[in-house]
């Protein structure tokens, strides 16, 4: 995020280097730079790769990992302090001198300080400067003086002090309470309190070596003895490591105590250990054990330390409980009731409260040596900071788990196999109120009889929806469950189910309507035709009811087309008399299959607002839809809805009135909102009225609901009427002569090739019909013809490549070819008429629409 800073950075760590690394890159094609130390507290690792057009550098900040590294270096350069030893001991007597000199060197290096001094003594008198690094003795004294060494010794307490531009860090180095040394650090910069305490955390492993050094220093003799102590001693600084190390990165209680025993048994010769831990009131048993000791013995074992743990845990420790351990007499009882003849133990605190106790046994006498005990007590003390840091960290999760769980969107209950709520989050609490505490009891018992996770979901009386999700915890011997409000997803994905139905409705439609369309035509045309003709008066009655079907049938599918495939929003001049008439067309043979008279009373005349025709359609349909299913759901046997328009002041009204049961005035003022309804489950989604609302509010009108309950509802929409009813001046279309002229009809359809020659040869044209395009191109190449009648959608080659046809052989043909059509509503018959704008006529049609038709497609 901050270019100038990784530029610093990759020029600070690749400046000594960069030679090297590059090289080193362009061999392997990558290289790594581990913990390169840009500035205080600042430590990076740099990756370099090659790429086709250079090299890409990622720098990772390491910081936070460095100071275990540290850790893991200082102890391995004591480790290789002690192997050298050894080495020099077989050579000869070792100058130890020169050996504090290197160690002392090495601690100054690895902790990035200017300057470190060493005094070594058992008193103030003894005490005496033995090595330094990074500064002289006499500078030492002259800028900082031997005043702060004697403090140290004095207090036994950590120093500090600041001189001459350095600020100085005076250290006792203790070996079981006694004083073997001062250790002085001194730097530039101030000490930090992660600085202070990763010292302070590695002084007891530099008392010690200092402490063997010192030994060797009086004793100024090597043989078997500092041979065989110098391999113990790298041998236990070995597993000091590895058990630091893995108590550092252990995340878990158990995995700690079991760790920690089995790497006693690395250090110590014991019979029995065992590791006995109260975390939260729980608690944790850890036991190594030989088969020498009887099990009843064990068991009194872990029974006593059990006890003991549990008689002391949380309270106050003292300092000398934390040293020595327990009281003597229960060390007696101890012995009395296990065959053991040496029995350490020290007791496990973090902040001076008492959590848990480590103990060994053997079956030898003097088992364990005053060096194993401080090596003991000191992986203990490590144990302790573990699990606090553990600990520390657990707490903060689990308050940031609560803080998530309390701010989920989703019911969250924890519960024990005791049936008790060990925890349930805000929603979980809101969710109650809805479903009984047994419900959700019994979901969790559910999971602890199978073991196995449960996803159902429930439906409750008020219409709402939960997915019930449950997770067994075997560990804690308890089971989560959740419960997820799916109320608006159901309702979504009913309302997707219902668009996916529509669409294929649409479909059907389209392809119903465009064969109906055909005989419609013929049905039509032909049954027109006969009743301009002299016939019986029988006949003509009957030719009258054909051809009344037969328009009757238009209007049917021009509804089913319109309702299937709506048009965009689009706000013209609309009359509400119209909308009505529409959906009472469409409507009306439901309303009378369910004995629901629909009876529709509109204004003489016109009643025209500014709105969109398919909107307002679809709100009266809401609305006329809801009246009639609570009349059907009520019961009632003469059961009657009106359909009103009418204009009043400077709206236009749209009015729907009912007998039904009414609407209860408890729930009157949530009618409108989205997804509430009061039908059963599975009869509605509660989106009717949310949409005749929106509705309403996008054609800036208003609505008003009337009911009274037991004896009907009346909805009253109004719409600003038009202010300026704009009339389109239609222009007076010349009469133009159709007698002599020449028109060829190319259709599939016989019936309709048939009509239109019928009607066109007595409007005095002359008629060519072709079943085909290939049938009309031939007719086209013998004659010529004043007008072209064509089908759009026709079986081979459609009206559409007929035209890009003419468009290349006769392109003056392409102002005389007008279309019939069917098809409406497809993309491409769209697309085509929209490039063309050539004159359509939609089937069927009438013979003075088709008259009328021809007169524009001549002129």
Not at 476 to 499: F, G, H, N, P, W
Not at 523 to 539: A, D, K, N, V
Not at 639 to 661: Q, S
Request: glycine letters at 6%.
């Amino acid at each position: 995020p901050h270019p100038r800073v990784a530029r610093e950075a990759l020029d600070s760590a690749l400046y000594p280097r960069a030679r090297e690394f590059l090289e080193t890159i362009e061999k392997s094609g990558r290289a790594v730079l581990n913990f390169v130390h840009l500035k205080p507290g600042v430590w990076v690792d740099v990756i370099g790769t090659k790429e086709k057009d250079g090299y890409l550098f990622i720098i990772v900040d390491r910081s936070r990992d460095y100071r275990k590294e540290r850790a893991r270096d200082i102890l391995f350069q004591i480790i290789s302090v002690f192997r050298f030893l050894s080495f020099l001991e077989e050579k000869g007597v070792p100058d130890v001198k020169k050996t504090l000199k290197k160690i002392v060197t090495k601690i100054k290096d690895v902790l990035g300080v200017d300057a470190v001094v060493l005094y070594l003594g058992e008193t103030k008198e003894k005490m005496h400067f033995v090595v330094s690094s990074g500064m002289r003795k006499e500078k030492f004294l002259r800028e900082v003086g031997e005043k702060e060494v004697g403090n140290v010794i004095n207090t036994r307490h950590t120093g500090t002090s600041y001189a001459k531009g350095k600020y100085y860090l005076h250290l006792p180095l203790l070996i079981e309470n006694e004083l073997i040394g001062v250790l002085s650090i001194g730097k530039k910069t101030p000490f930090n309190q992660e600085d202070t305490h990763f010292i302070l955390s590695l002084l007891p492993y530099l008392s010690l070596l200092f402490y063997h050094l010192v030994l060797l220093r009086k004793e100024q003799k090597f043989g078997e003895d500092l041979d065989r102590m110098v391999k113990e001693k790298t041998y236990y600084l070995e597993v000091l490591y590895n058990i630091t190390r893995e108590i550092g990165y252990t995340l878990h209680y158990r995995d700690l105590a079991s760790f920690l025993l089995g790497s006693l048994r690395l250090l110590f010769n014991y019979e029995v250990a065992a590791c006995i831990l109260d975390m939260e009131g729980k608690i944790e048993v850890m036991v190594k054990h030989n088969t020498r000791i009887p099990l009843s013995a064990q068991k009194d074992f872990i029974s006593l330390l059990k006890k003991a743990v549990k008689e002391s845990m949380g309270r106050d420790v003292t300092e000398q409980e934390l040293n020595m351990g327990f009281s003597p007499e229960f060390v007696s009882d101890i012995r009395k009731k296990i065959p053991i003849r040496s029995f350490f133990y020290l007791p496990i605190a973090t902040e001076k409260k008492l959590i848990g106790i480590v103990a060994l046994g053997s079956t030898h006498p003097h088992a364990f040596s005053e060096r194993e005990i401080l090596t003991f007590r000191t992986i203990v003390s490590h144990a302790a900071y573990s699990i606090e840091k553990l600990h520390g960290i657990i707490e903060r999760e689990r308050r940031k788990l609560a803080s998530i769980l309390e701010h989920l969107e989703d019911a969250l209950f924890h519960v024990s196999t005791n049936g008790d709520f060990l925890f349930m989050n805000s929603k979980g609490k809101k969710v109650l109120e809805e479903i009984p505490k047994e419900k959700i009891l019994s979901y969790a018992e559910n999971v602890f009889r199978t073991g196995i996770s449960i996803d159902r979901e429930i439906e409750l009386e008020n219409g709402k929806t939960y997915r019930i999700l449950g997770y067994p915890v075997p560990e804690e011997e308890s089971a989560i469950v959740v419960l997820r409000d799916i109320t608006e997803e159901v309702a979504m994905k009913k309302e997707l189910l219902k668009a996916e139905k529509l669409s294929t409705l649409a479909s059907m439609a389209a392809s119903v309507t465009h064969e109906l369309n055909n005989p419609l035509t013929t049905i039509m045309g032909m049954s027109e035709y006969l009743l301009q003709e002299e016939l019986p008066p029988r006949l003509k009655d009957i030719l009258e009811k054909i051809y009344e079907a037969a328009k009757r049938s238009k209007k049917i599918v021009t509804n089913l087309l319109q309702f299937a495939y709506p048009k965009s929003t689009e706000l013209s001049s609309v009359d509400l008399n119209e909308i009505a008439n529409t959906v009472y067309e469409l409507r009306r043979y439901e309303f009378k299959n369910n004995n629901v008279a629909l009876i529709l009373e509109t204004h003489p005349e016109p009643v025209r607002v500014k709105g969109d025709v398919t909107q307002l359609e679809q709100l009266l349909i809401n609305l006329v839809n809801n009246a009639m299913e609570a009349i059907v759901m009520d019961g009632r046997p003469s059961g009657k809805v009106w359909i009103r328009t009418y204009p009043e002041k400077n709206c236009g009204i749209l009015e729907v009135e009912d007998n039904g049961p009414g609407i209860p005035r408890s729930i009157m003022d949530r009618i409108f909102d989205p997804f509430f309804t009061t039908k059963p489950v599975g009869k509605g989604t509660g989106l009717g009225l949310s949409i005749v609302y929106k509705i309403v509010k996008d054609h800036n009108g208003k609505i008003k609901v009337h009911s009274i309950p037991g004896k009907g509802t009346k909805f009253t929409v109004s719409i600003p009427l038009m202010r300026e009813e704009v009339k389109e001046k239609k222009g007076r279309m010349e009469d133009v002569a159709l007698s002599g002229r020449k028109i060829l009809v190319i259709d599939d359809e016989e019936g309709i090739r048939m009509t239109l020659k019928m009607i066109l040869e007595k409007l005095g044209c002359q008629v060519s019909t072709a079943g085909d395009v290939g049938e009309g191109m031939l007719l086209l190449d013998k004659d010529k013809y004043d007008l072209i009648l064509c089908d759009i959608k026709m079986p081979g080659i459609s009206g559409i490549e007929f035209y890009d046809l003419i468009l290349q052989r006769y392109p003056e043909y392409t102002r005389r070819i007008v279309f019939l059509t069917g098809d409406v509503v497809s993309a491409e018959t769209k697309a085509f008429l929209e490039r063309t704008r050539r004159p359509t006529l939609k089937k069927p049609f009438s013979i003075q629409e088709l008259k009328e038709f021809i007169k524009r497609g001549m002129k």
